[in-house]
């Protein structure tokens, strides 16, 4: 691969897929494939039980009570932004069958509640929702198990001491990372070699214990 190749698809694991990276992987036009952790709430109704009306722009519950969005401006990569805020009456809530299940119990010495339900929209949301989608899908699952493949070997190679530069130099690095795959490619036939062999002896030993009976 030469130096003015096009990347057009990365693979990392989940800490690669903050929002910020996404935002820089969008921007870049190139595809991220990393892990979106799911979203929990105590075992509580998440944020994406409470899909948007497109025609609308509204929020709806799991039982079926609308929220319109409230505009908040919140800081976001060095910008203030405005993302969009939820929220349900209190007696709406405090009627609602599912309350339980979406809910936290309030202490017993805490203040009265003022509001509802209320669901927060990151300033990525759209990009995040987009990520938590794609991990579901089989084409991601088999892309992503090529990535392990790839990480066993990396592993590997700084196992061996890739991990610092021994010498000063590009040319010199380079030769030093050449060596070291040579290295651990070399060590990697040889197990698959032995393992071969092993196999050979096994079934040499069964046939002549055959031939012995």
């Not at 929002?19 to 870049?28: E, I, L, P």
Request: charged fraction near 35%; aromatic fraction near 6%; proline fraction near 6%.
């Amino acid at each position: 691969m030469g130096d003015d190749a096009e990347i057009v698809r990365t693979a990392g694991d989940c800490a690669y897929g903050t929002a910020s990276n996404r935002r820089d992987f969008a921007d870049a036009d190139r595809e991220l494939d990393a892990k979106q952790p799911r979203l929990r709430n105590g075992g509580r109704f998440t944020k994406e039980q409470f899909p948007v009306d497109p025609a609308t722009g509204e929020r709806v519950c799991p039982a079926g009570h609308r929220a319109a969005p409230k505009r908040r401006r919140r800081r976001w990569r060095g910008e203030r932004v405005e993302v969009k805020h939820y929220r349900w009456p209190l007696a709406t809530c405090e009627s609602c069958p599912l309350r339980d299940q979406c809910m936290k119990p309030k202490p017993p010495d805490a203040k009265p509640r003022r509001h509802g339900r209320t669901v927060s929209e990151h300033p990525e949301e759209r990009l995040l929702a987009a990520a938590r989608e794609q991990v579901r899908s089989p084409e991601f699952r088999q892309r992503y198990r090529r990535r392990t493949t790839v990480e066993h070997s990396l592993a590997r190679m700084v196992q061996l001491g890739a991990r610092q530069a021994r010498y000063i130099g590009r040319m010199k690095t380079e030769f030093q990372w050449q060596l070291t795959a040579a290295i651990a490619n070399l060590t990697k036939a040889a197990a698959a070699l032995v393992a071969w062999l092993t196999v050979l002896l096994w079934i040499e030993n069964q046939e002549r214990a055959v031939r012995a009976a």
